[in-house]
């Protein structure tokens, strides 16, 4: 893949995961406080607790994702700079365009796309 698309590609995610991000922990601070100080509240259905900490665990997942994701994203660019971006970290061999174009922080070819990277 031409490094300036490449290029092109992993910012225009970037941008897109830091807008996300910016939403999720917004939603996860408005789910802990909606959770803060509820346990035991009289009057406070249980059920209605469980519901509340069930979507403050799910905005926690949330963001939890969208940071990993990112940090994918600058490891990618890293290896971009480096010159290092566009080969599988499994058989070094060159990650198809395809893929690139879906997936631009790509690390292994299609052939090891479910082998762990250690990095």
Same mark, same amino acid.
Request: glycine residues 6%; negative net charge.
């Given at each position: 893949? &031409?490094? *300036?698309?490449? @290029?092109?590609?992993?910012?225009?995610?970037?941008? %897109?995961?830091? $807008?996300?991000?910016?939403?999720?922990?917004? +939603?996860? !601070?408005? !789910?802990? !406080? *909606?959770?803060?100080?509820?346990?035991?509240?009289?009057?406070?259905?249980?059920? $209605?607790?469980?519901?509340?900490? +069930?979507?403050?665990?799910?905005?926690?997942?949330? /963001?939890?994702?969208? /940071?990993?994701? #990112? @940090? =994918?994203?600058? &490891?990618?660019?890293? #290896?971009? &700079?480096?010159?290092?971006?566009?080969?599988? !970290?499994?058989? &070094? @061999?060159?990650?198809? $365009?395809? @893929?690139?174009?879906? =997936?631009?922080? %790509? #690390?292994?070819?299609?052939?090891?796309? $479910?082998?762990?990277? /250690?990095?």
């Amino acid at each position: 893949m &031409d490094p *300036d698309r490449a @290029r092109h590609l992993l910012t225009d995610e970037l941008s %897109a995961l830091e $807008d996300r991000l910016r939403a999720a922990e917004e +939603n996860r !601070a408005e !789910a802990s !406080a *909606d959770t803060l100080g509820q346990e035991g509240a009289l009057g406070q259905h249980p059920g $209605d607790y469980g519901s509340e900490v +069930n979507t403050t665990m799910e905005a926690k997942m949330s /963001v939890d994702t969208l /940071v990993e994701q #990112r @940090r =994918r994203v600058l &490891d990618a660019m890293e #290896r971009l &700079d480096g010159g290092e971006y566009g080969r599988c !970290a499994v058989c &070094d @061999r060159e990650i198809d $365009d395809e @893929r690139l174009e879906a =997936r631009p922080e %790509a #690390r292994t070819c299609r052939e090891h796309a $479910d082998t762990p990277v /250690v990095t």
